[in-house]
């Protein structure tokens, strides 16, 4: 593994060093924390709704946001703080703009189940994540990993920061 286990004291630590082609984003699980939402709104840089249309409240307040993690951001700071162990969502290092990460995060918000029914996949649920990215087939992973370098997703316990890294066909977890 070449990636720190805490993206969030990573960040703060390598400050405007990151190359240009790489960013940091996190999928906010609004369900997690009814305060998400309201600090999302004053983020004051790319922050997006996974969800398309408009939204009745409720759903708006607890849908997943992407948002584009900067070092210095209160919200990073918060979220190494506040949000460790609280299942508030993932974050990645991705090669791609913020727009192309939106629209194909989008492509998995909802499956098919064996019986034709179709549901949604809260994937950026760290404590589904966790378990899904292990057992991908190639094709799965060719998906997850088409952008993304490197996931960061709360260990069970929710004391640390598991890292997911693909290597061939398989995914490589370190601490």
């Known amino acids: ?17 990151k ?7 996190a999928i906010v ?17 790319p922050c997006a709704c996974l969800f398309a249309g ?13 948002v584009l993690l900067e070092p210095e951001d209160a919200f990073t700071k918060r979220w190494a703080t506040e949000g460790r162990g609280q299942s508030w969502g ?3 290092r991705a090669q791609a703009d913020f727009g192309t ?21 809260r994937f950026y649920d760290p404590r589904v ?10 094709e799965e992973l060719d998906f997850w990993f088409q952008y993304a370098t ?14 997911f890294q693909r290597q061939g066909d398989t995914v490589v977890i370190g601490r």
């Open 54 to 66: 408009p939204l009745e409240p409720q759903i708006e307040r607890a849908a997943p946001y992407l």
């Open 19 to 25: 190359p240009q082609s790489t960013s940091f984003y």
């Open 1 to 17: 593994m070449n990636e720190t286990s805490d993206p969030a004291k990573h960040f703060l630590s390598q400050g405007q060093t």
């Open 150 to 163: 490197t996931y960061w997703i709360e260990a069970e316990d929710g004391a640390d920061l598991l890292v």
């Open 29 to 45: 699980d609004g369900a997690r924390d009814p305060s998400l939402h309201g600090h999302l709104r004053t983020l004051g840089r």
């Open 101 to 121: 990460m939106w629209r194909h995060l989008r492509k998995r918000l909802e499956v098919a189940l064996p019986d034709g029914r179709r549901v949604l996949f």
């Open 90 to 92: 993932i974050m990645f």
């Open 129 to 138: 994540l966790r378990d899904y990215l292990p057992g991908c087939s190639s």
